[in-house]
């Protein structure tokens, strides 16, 4: 497992870890104080659920919230945090618990004023997926999160980012804005940066499904449609994007038909290295990655990434 200590990642959530009562268990990451509701401690609102249908993907239906921090003003744009598999990603129960994390983070003055747009994935149909806060998945999750094109990208930018920001401002800036998931969602938020860096200069990629899920094979009718798989060739043979991206993953993830996702995420890790340490030898100006990452213990789940989120945070947004 990789330790990093950088931006005070280690000092603030291994002493979380450190205090209990018996030694962790792999893949046991109990949540620090910053993941926890802390008295005192003013609290942005949660506006949701609230429901979008897209021109630019046809037929679903999404459900997403808004969180706006307790001091927020229009007229000093916040900065953004999107997250896919919204249901998950604001469950007060979940290992994420997004809403209390910007909460004490902002009240700390660990990072600025931030607003946070939390999105399910599609549900094909005139109703979304009933569950609000489950972890059940909408049924067009995969078409969406899994896909190597830029519809989603094109559906976040075009339509539903424009959609919040006739009731709220938030930045324009890439580098003050992130975009995170986990899973199938953490690939959909790579693929949003890739297609489209200059909305996102922060990825946040959790257990990150770099696998074939996407993948199709070739018909009588029908070119072959690639799956997230490919990304470390593309980006080895692409040129570099303006990105910075945090990867989590777990020695004991996935290993299936579709791939295996630990290795998919060293995949992913050197060649983006790889691709920094080619421009730097021939000298190609221009932007590097910018990239941290964590190896945990455990399988998929989102406790690490969870376990890890506060610090991550610091480390894109810190002032």
């Known amino acids: 497992m990789k330790i990093w200590a950088a931006c005070g990642l280690a000092l603030v959530l291994m ?5 209990a009562a018996e030694p962790r268990k792999p893949g046991e ?3 620090a104080a910053d993941s926890l509701p802390q008295p005192g401690v003013p609290k942005g609102k949660l506006i949701g659920p609230l429901e979008f249908r897209s021109k630019i993907i046809e037929g679903t239906v999404w459900r997403y919230w808004i969180y706006v921090p307790a001091k927020y003003d229009a007229k000093s744009p916040p900065n953004l945090l999107v997250f896919q598999d919204g249901q998950r990603a604001i469950n007060p129960q979940g290992p994420l618990n997004i809403p209390v994390v910007l ?4 009240a700390k003055g660990d990072i600025p004023q931030t607003l946070g747009i939390f999105i399910t994935p599609g549900n094909t149909g005139t109703e ?4 609000n806060l489950g972890t059940g998945n909408p049924n067009h999750r995969a078409p969406e999160y899994d896909a190597v094109n830029d519809a989603y990208a094109r559906f976040l930018t075009e339509e539903m980012l424009p959609e919040v920001a006739k009731s709220y401002k938030f930045t324009d800036d890439p580098k003050r804005r992130a975009i995170g998931g ?4 953490a690939i959909c938020a790579w693929t949003v940066a890739w297609n489209k860096p200059e909305a996102f200069g922060n990825v946040i990629s959790m257990i990150g499904s770099y696998t074939s899920i ?8 029908q070119p072959a449609i690639y799956g997230g798989d490919t990304y470390p060739g593309l980006i080895r043979k692409s040129p570099i994007r303006p990105i910075r991206i945090f990867l989590q993953d777990g020695t004991a993830d996935l290993n299936n038909e579709h791939g295996n996702w630990h290795l998919a995420n060293e995949q992913m890790l050197s060649s983006l290295q790889w691709a920094n340490a080619n421009a730097d030898e021939k000298k190609i100006a221009g932007a590097r990655y910018d990239i941290r990452y964590e190896w945990g213990d455990g399988a998929h789940s989102d406790v690490h990434g969870g376990w ?3 610090g991550i945070l610091r480390w894109m947004f810190g002032k």
């Open 128 to 131: 979304h997926y009933p569950d």
């Open 103 to 106: 909460d004490n983070l902002i």
């Open 182 to 185: 986990t899973s199938s969602g």
């Open 29 to 31: 990451y109990p949540p």
């Open 15 to 19: 002493a979380g870890a450190a205090s």
């Open 308 to 310: 890890l989120l506060p």
């Open 214 to 221: 996407g993948y199709h094979p070739a018909t009588a009718d």
